[in-house]
């Protein structure tokens, strides 16, 4: 009976242990864990730092829902580009312009050397987003500090239900396609991508390659058939979804087709 009773609570501990881990992997859409970092601040003191940035989002960043309200991140948090579209919470608390409520940010660039590269993790904000984290009126004060002690934590994307859109890159042509994906709800980074075909078994899908930033690429060494589906997995949570043949029949390169899902 003792047995039989430890193997049952065995059992039970380990199904909320699992439970709990399934739990931490969830992204709250405000910062529940927060950790120290530097800050800086870039391009022009009201802007979206460059435009564009090594993501390759373009000028999207000074556009909503990105609003201007993003970062460069150091190498430890860009992670070579796979943490493109991750979203953080930002805030300070040292300066006396600091207001110490927290401001959500999305990554669009890297900023690989200086203190970006020195700092355990490093955020290179937009003049906006730096500017955001002081008390009203309080901006100028602020960006003049030039660098700070700052707290970050990692939280869900929310893109005010927008669904997940695909750019296709201008290089792209008949045997080659390459697409910059955006807005991605929720965790907001990828683990990989895949295309499908639709003249192809729908389970039959095709890696897709991370060419840089947020610009994944597949070269089939054949002409694709449109409408292409393409599918994404989550990095954070693991979650899969299907943007179904979201690329279609006609696609042109530069074009941009947005499709009717997303993770949230």
Not at 160 to 185: C, M, Q, R, W
Not at 196 to 208: C, I, L, N, R
Not at 240 to 257: C, D, F, H, M, Q
């Given at each position: 009976?003792?047995?039989?009773?430890?193997?049952?609570?065995?059992?039970?501990?380990?199904?909320?242990?699992?439970?709990?881990?399934?739990?931490?992997?969830?992204?709250?859409?405000?910062?529940?864990?927060?950790?120290?970092?530097?800050?800086?601040?870039?391009?022009?003191?009201?802007?979206?730092?460059?435009?564009?940035?090594?993501?390759?989002?373009?000028?999207?960043?000074?556009?909503?829902?990105?609003?201007?309200?993003?970062?460069?991140?150091?190498?430890?948090?860009?992670?070579?580009?796979?943490?493109?579209?991750?979203?953080?919470?930002?805030?300070?608390?040292?300066?006396?312009?600091?207001?110490?409520?927290?401001?959500?940010?999305?990554?669009?660039?890297s900023c690989p050397?200086?203190?970006?590269?020195?700092?355990?993790?490093?955020?290179?904000?937009?003049?906006?987003?730096?500017?955001?984290?002081?008390?009203?009126?309080?901006?100028?004060?602020?960006?003049?500090?030039?660098?700070?002690?700052?707290?970050?934590?990692?939280?869900?994307?929310?893109?005010?239900?927008?669904?997940?859109?695909?750019?296709?890159?201008?290089?792209?042509?008949?045997?080659?396609?390459?697409?910059?994906?955006?807005?991605?709800?929720g965790d907001g980074d990828?683990?990989?991508?895949?295309?499908?075909?639709?003249?192809?078994?729908?389970?039959?899908?095709?890696?897709?390659?991370?060419?840089?930033?947020?610009?994944?690429?597949?070269?089939?060494?054949?002409?694709?058939?449109?409408?292409?589906?393409?599918?994404?997995?989550?990095?954070?949570?693991?979650?899969?979804?299907?943007?179904?043949?979201?690329?279609?029949?006609?696609?042109?390169?530069?074009?941009?087709?947005?499709?009717?899902?997303?993770?949230?």
């Open positions: 009976m003792a047995t039989t009773t430890f193997s049952i609570a065995c059992l039970l501990l380990s199904f909320f242990s699992f439970a709990q881990l399934c739990f931490s992997l969830s992204l709250s859409t405000v910062g529940t864990s927060w950790s120290t970092a530097g800050a800086t601040w870039y391009g022009s003191p009201e802007g979206a730092g460059s435009d564009g940035g090594a993501c390759g989002y373009g000028d999207a960043v000074s556009q909503s829902p990105f609003s201007s309200l993003i970062t460069a991140a150091g190498p430890s948090l860009y992670r070579s580009g796979k943490e493109c579209g991750a979203c953080y919470q930002v805030k300070c608390t040292e300066n006396p312009a600091c207001s110490g409520k927290p401001v959500r940010v999305v990554i669009t660039d050397g200086g203190p970006c590269a020195s700092d355990s993790a490093h955020f290179d904000l937009s003049g906006t987003a730096f500017g955001a984290m002081a008390k009203p009126g309080q901006e100028e004060h602020l960006r003049s500090a030039g660098v700070l002690n700052i707290h970050y934590a990692r939280v869900a994307c929310d893109y005010s239900g927008k669904t997940l859109t695909f750019h296709v890159d201008p290089g792209s042509n008949p045997n080659y396609i390459a697409v910059v994906i955006e807005f991605e709800e990828l683990a990989s991508v895949a295309l499908s075909e639709a003249s192809k078994d729908s389970t039959e899908w095709q890696a897709m390659q991370q060419s840089w930033g947020a610009v994944w690429k597949l070269d089939p060494g054949y002409k694709l058939q449109a409408p292409l589906s393409i599918q994404l997995k989550s990095q954070y949570s693991g979650k899969t979804l299907v943007a179904k043949n979201v690329i279609p029949e006609g696609w042109r390169p530069g074009g941009t087709y947005r499709s009717v899902v997303n993770f949230l």
